[in-house]
């Protein structure tokens, strides 16, 4: 989306709502919880943690007297976080995509919470903001980027990279896809955000970092999808491309039942239907006969 798209969507009243529409929704809240406790593993005595994209200021609100600050391109948005987190460093207008000399190496943790990296216009400028976050991360610090992908919204995996020998030899990377929202309740519409494979991001912070964590929370819904995050510690004071941090994955999540994912009226129908008259005979007599 293009910048004057995201001043519209995120106005004054859309800003107000923002935190109950998407951060506590009752199936969200464990996710939401689930990051704050990652966090306060992250934030030592000395943390000095600066979240990009922080809208409201929503998990920064969380830890008072941690040294900490948000950039965001939306002045409502900020101003719900100014009033959350009275005692932060600063709250600063303005686009991650573009450099801040003065942050460099300046912050022992960096974070783009809920998938605010969405909003640039390709994968590209997305490719720009993780350069930042790794230019402002001091040596030994740390990035955490909650990632909403293909397989999340749609329970389909696509395969990042391939190589061919075919007609067209080469290699082959699926970097990321696009997509869009258009929201019933507000009416307003997000275009063509982006969303980049998660090895993408994995990619671009493997050479620059001791540690690289796929982080998995619970599915929203039984059976569904996990969702991810990418976290990544102990950055090197230079990148050492010859030498990535291996990636540390989660455990298999096992696929729940069937009958784990039906709605429990379903569930009642179904037993009902099973004794109705001479199912239950026909069932004990086939028992008794074997």
């Not at 000395?46 to 990009?52: K, P, V």
């Not at 190496?105 to 930042?132: D, G, I, P």
């Not at 494979?197 to 970092?209: C, D, G, K």
């Not at 230079?238 to 096992?254: D, G, I, L, S, T």
Request: hydrophobic fraction near 45%; proline fraction near 7%.
């Amino acid at each position: 989306m293009k910048t004057t798209d995201v001043l519209q969507v995120y106005d004054a009243a859309y800003a107000a709502d923002y935190d109950n529409r998407f951060l506590l929704l009752p199936d969200i809240q464990s996710n939401t919880e689930a990051d704050l406790t990652l966090l306060r593993g992250l934030l030592g005595p000395d943390a000095r943690w600066l979240d990009i994209g922080c809208g409201t200021g929503y998990f920064l609100s969380k830890f008072p007297g941690v040294a900490r600050a948000g950039y965001d391109l939306s002045a409502a948005m900020l101003a719900q976080a100014r009033t959350a987190s009275p005692d932060a460093l600063f709250f600063r207008e303005g686009d991650f995509r573009d450099p801040v000399p003065e942050w460099r190496a300046q912050w022992s943790l960096v974070t783009c919470m809920w998938s605010a990296y969405s909003y640039c216009e390709t994968v590209k400028e997305v490719e720009q903001m993780v350069a930042n976050m790794v230019e402002w991360t001091r040596p030994g610090g740390s990035i955490f980027i909650p990632v909403l992908d293909l397989e999340e919204m749609r329970g389909t995996s696509v395969l990042y990279h391939t190589d061919s020998a075919g007609i067209y030899p080469g290699d082959f990377w699926i970097t990321g896809i696009t997509w869009s929202w258009a929201e019933s309740e507000t009416g307003k519409t997000h275009h063509h955000l982006i969303a980049p494979h998660l090895e993408h991001f994995i990619r671009l912070l493997a050479p620059h970092f001791e540690h690289v964590e796929v982080v998995s929370h619970s599915p929203v819904t039984p059976g569904g999808p996990a969702r991810r995050a990418v976290l990544a510690t102990g950055r090197h004071a230079k990148p050492e491309v010859a030498r990535p941090a291996v990636v540390a994955w989660p455990a298999p999540v096992p696929k729940a039942s069937l009958a784990a994912t039906l709605p429990l009226a379903v569930l009642l129908e179904e037993v009902a239907a099973r004794l109705k008259p001479g199912h239950v005979w026909r069932a004990v007599r086939h028992r008794l006969g074997r």
